[in-house]
């Protein structure tokens, strides 16, 4: 069985620009989740859809963070403008449905320069 | 609010000896907690999980962990170590039905030959 893809695994920017990162859960998984990894600390929740609609988005900067779900597959996260805060490694996560066992990617590691 | 406090940033054992990773939850009811590992540049993988059934939770590559309710904690051990185990392990407690977990700090496991 095919895991949660991500990609670009590695990005590096300068601040105010623009990045976006896209996540192909496992086939079939309703749930997806966006965490936010920074160095030492563990991952925070960023969004988590059911389908292609939002549970929860609370944590997500909406001022510069966007993200989309649109036919319920596939998932981007936008940053834009970032700032050098948002270097982190931003981890995709599926499940079958909520409260099932959570799959990660392996991340994809931003750096603002 | 639940949360969870992993005691420890970084534990160093020699190969061949016990290993124990201390984790303390705070929640309101009885939650479900999980052990994650993530080696470098690797996704976070599932050691295991406990759901309020038994309280002794067996996870893969010879972990296992006891939820104590009295100590409100849920430390991960291993009886002997191998090299293979050095990573960061990460307690993570589940926030409410909509499945979204909540990630300690994470302890760095050193494994010594």
């Known amino acids: 069985e095919a895991g949660v893809a991500q990609s670009p695994r590695y990005k590096i920017i300068e601040k105010r620009q623009s990045v976006a990162f896209w996540c192909n859960p496992i086939?079939?998984?309703?749930?997806l989740y966006w965490y936010q990894q920074i160095l030492g600390q563990g991952p925070k929740l960023l969004i988590q859809f059911q389908n292609n609609g939002v549970v929860d988005d609370s944590q997500l900067p909406k001022d510069r963070f966007s993200a989309e779900r649109l036919k319920g597959v596939d998932s981007t996260l936008k940053i834009q403008p970032a700032k050098l805060e948002d270097s982190a490694v931003y981890l995709c996560?599926?499940?079958?449905?909520?409260?099932?066992?959570?799959?990660f990617g392996e991340g994809s590691w931003l750096t603002v320069v | 609010a639940q949360s969870v406090t992993q005691l420890d940033s970084h534990v160093s054992v020699s190969e061949g000896t016990p290993v124990l990773l201390r984790c303390n939850y705070s929640?309101?009811?009885?939650?479900?907690l999980f052990w994650y590992v993530q080696h470098p540049n690797k996704g976070l993988q599932l050691l295991l999980k406990y759901t309020s059934a038994a309280t002794l939770v067996k996870g893969i590559n010879g972990f296992e962990a006891e939820f104590k309710k009295s100590e409100t904690s849920f430390h991960l051990t291993k009886p002997s170590a191998h090299m293979s185990d050095a990573a960061e392990y990460f307690c993570v407690v589940e926030m409410g039905s909509q499945g979204n977990l909540i990630f300690g700090k994470g302890t760095k496991l050193s494994v010594k030959p």
């Open positions: 086939s079939g998984h309703a749930t």
């Open positions: 996560a599926s499940s079958w449905a909520r409260g099932n066992t959570i799959y």
């Open positions: 929640s309101s009811y009885s939650p479900s």
